[in-house]
């Protein structure tokens, strides 16, 4: 490391590097050199500055999403042996196969090998280009797809605020409905305006406010659940969940069982996003361990919310629990509370939405600056602000049409439930199960038929046999409801 050392009074005169005089200028040139190189990572870029704590706030943001407010529903379809058996399988099989993913972020080498960017850089590297095009596929068809299932989310949350407050005002009787549309839209401006923030790496506060609004409304579901569990029950619980004959059907129950699952799969799911996420750690320590721990604290602080809130939601509310535990109006009172954990909903999504899009926008504008790198309205980048905010004309044109649409497409297909579901179904297997479980098989150079490698294709084919099922209980589900669905006319 330099050592600097001064003779005697004036800044003119020769210093120590190193214990070899040299001149101040060139010591000052050297000073300057070192803080370049120092602020940049191994591949050139900026260095990360990420912790363990700032990935596991990442993390939470993205697991603790709209999903924990179906959980009760969810659990109601299940019964109290499956239903916690779920979350708790569901939760080592993300953690599990996130480890493995982790390990991927670097080719060959863990501490010193190629970076992979990207989920689909990733998958690139460690299974050649034919398997890129897939992933592609369900990555941005479920980011996509996430992007709308929040703004339906946020838009319901923010209908309660007013729900609750007629319900107070006018009695529980009341016809308080309320169009979403309205509240969609807003949602959207908020996106568009948050869009423009170029990168994870500068969106770490966020992240931090919406954990920490997470934590806030699935406290107070859990709190309210125990209040009413205390107080007595609103409906009846059984060990098998909702009763055939009594309840439902015995197709609907086939049906919301297989849906059930697909919302539970969602609300664990965040593999698309995981190596994004890691790509914000610094090294050393190596990513891979930083990772680790921070998918372990994400993923067991989630799956204790996950079953308070689907458990005592539960047994709080039966097998009538609603779909939506604070917006589905089981709880009337106290309102304040219901309103302050609806806010903390609509700003932890404003978070998620932002951590689960920038892939997508990640992805069309490298595409775009490779295609077109001599375009100043793709290129060039303006500082309106002091700062180091930069605005971009293609960044600004094209993330704002993205949420337009993606906005739009959450008016057309309002369903919570059944979009969770699909989802989740989607996801679940393709980007939590399989591309981690073959990279993680390539990585490690593992023989086929050796006893992992069998154990690993088994669970791979077993989640594939879930994922195929629930999506046509998904579908079958989005069918019926729009049986008697009018197109922008939606009300809570």
């Given at each position: 490391m330099a050592r600097a050392g001064g003779g005697g009074g004036g800044g003119g005169g020769d210093v120590e590097i190193g214990g070899l005089p040299a001149p101040a200028g060139d010591l000052r040139r050297r000073v300057i050199a070192a803080a370049d190189d120092y602020s940049l990572d191994d591949d050139?870029?900026?260095?990360?500055?990420?912790?363990?704590?700032?990935?596991?706030?990442?993390?939470i943001t993205a697991v603790?999403?709209?999903?924990?407010?179906s959980l009760p529903w969810s659990?109601?379809?299940?019964?109290?042996?499956?239903?916690?058996?779920?979350?708790?399988?569901?939760?080592?099989?993300?953690?599990?196969?996130?480890?493995?993913?982790?390990?991927?972020?670097?080719?060959?080498?863990?501490?010193?090998?190629?970076?992979n960017y990207t989920y689909m850089d990733a998958v690139g590297s460690l299974l050649g280009k034919g398997q890129v095009w897939f992933c592609g596929l369900c990555q941005y068809v479920n980011l996509v797809g996430t992007a709308i299932g929040y703004t339906i989310t946020a838009s319901i949350s923010a209908a309660a605020l007013y729900k609750a407050n007629c319900f107070h005002s006018k009695g529980h009787s009341a016809d308080c409905g309320v169009y979403t549309t309205m509240y969609m839209v807003v949602f959207g401006i908020s996106q568009i305006v948050f869009s423009q923030l170029p990168n994870l790496h500068e969106m770490a506060w966020l992240s931090m406010l919406a954990a920490v609004m997470s934590f806030s409304y699935s406290t107070i579901g859990v709190g309210l659940s125990l209040a009413q569990t205390i107080k007595g029950p609103t409906g009846k619980t059984t060990i098998g969940g909702t009763q055939i004959g009594v309840d439902v059907t015995s197709a609907q129950k086939i049906w919301l069982t297989l849906q059930a699952l697909g919302n539970i799969a969602f609300a664990y799911s965040y593999s698309m996003v995981l190596i994004e996420i890691q790509d914000t750690v610094k090294a050393p320590p190596a990513?891979?361990?930083?990772?680790?721990?921070?998918?372990?604290?994400?993923?067991?602080?989630?799956?204790?919310?996950?079953?308070?809130c689907g458990c005592l939601g539960y047994s709080a509310f039966g097998n009538d629990a609603p779909g939506n535990m604070l917006t589905g109006f089981g709880f009337y009172e106290p309102f304040w509370l219901i309103d302050f954990a609806n806010v903390c909903i609509?700003?932890?999504?404003?978070?998620?939405?932002?951590?689960?899009?920038?892939?997508?926008?990640?992805?069309?504008?490298?595409?775009?600056?490779g295609r077109w790198p001599n375009s100043e309205f793709v290129v060039r980048q303006y500082h309106p602000f002091s700062g180091t905010f930069s605005l971009n004309m293609f960044r600004l044109v094209w993330r704002t049409a993205f949420v337009i649409v993606s906005t739009v497409l959450a008016i057309s297909l309002p369903f919570f439930?059944?979009?969770?579901?699909?989802?989740?179904?989607?996801?679940?297997?393709?980007?939590?199960?399989?591309?981690?479980?073959?990279?993680?098989?390539?990585q490690s150079k593992m023989?086929?038929?050796?006893?992992?490698?069998?154990?690993?294709?088994?669970?791979?084919?077993?989640?594939?046999?879930?994922?195929?099922?629930?999506t046509v209980a998904s579908i079958q589900g989005i069918t019926q409801s729009l049986k008697n669905y009018v197109p922008f006319k939606t009300k809570l």
């Open positions: 050139g870029k900026p260095r990360r500055t990420g912790t363990v704590w700032t990935a596991s706030a990442h993390v603790i999403g709209s999903g924990v407010l659990v109601a379809q299940l019964g109290w042996v499956a239903g916690p058996a779920t979350l708790l399988l569901f939760a080592l099989i993300t953690y599990y196969t996130s480890v493995l993913l982790g390990d991927c972020y670097r080719s060959d080498d863990a501490v010193a090998g190629k970076r990513e891979n361990k930083t990772m680790r721990k921070a998918n372990l604290m994400g993923v067991s602080t989630t799956t204790a919310f996950y079953m308070l609509v700003v932890h999504l404003v978070g998620a939405y932002q951590v689960y899009c920038q892939p997508i926008y990640a992805a069309v504008e490298s595409w775009a600056a439930n059944d979009i969770l579901g699909l989802l989740g179904a989607l996801g679940f297997w393709p980007l939590t199960v399989y591309f981690p479980v073959e990279m993680y098989i390539s023989k086929k038929y050796s006893r992992k490698w069998v154990a690993l294709q088994t669970l791979s084919f077993a989640c594939f046999a879930v994922t195929v099922a629930v």
